[in-house]
């Protein structure tokens, strides 16, 4: 398995309050078991929930995982 994380992600996640990053950190390593959903809609997207936080990442068909947005639940589906 492969992980990418997009530069506009890497931005979002250090915004994030430092006590909130060390466990985005252990959700991102544990890929793709947790709260995985797919989204509606899309084809190989899917959003990993983190208490308040969702990650949204696409996974290949080869497990390949890229994280490409990192925000709170409200804001993150705009």
């Known amino acids: 398995m492969d992980l990418k994380i997009s530069?506009?992600?890497r931005k979002q996640l250090l915004k994030i309050d430092h006590?909130?990053?060390?466990?985005?950190f252990v959700a991102i390593e544990k890929l793709p078991s947790g709260n995985v959903v797919k989204l509606t809609g899309c084809v190989d997207k899917y959003?990993?929930?983190v208490g308040?936080?969702?990650i949204l990442f696409v996974m290949a068909?080869?497990?390949n995982i890229e994280i490409y947005r990192?925000?709170?639940r409200g804001d993150v589906y705009k």
């Open 7 to 9: 530069k506009k992600a």
């Open 19 to 24: 006590r909130y990053q060390l466990k985005v």
């Open 47 to 49: 959003r990993l929930r």
């Open 52 to 54: 308040f936080l969702r």
């Open 61 to 63: 068909k080869d497990d």
């Open 70 to 72: 990192i925000e709170k």
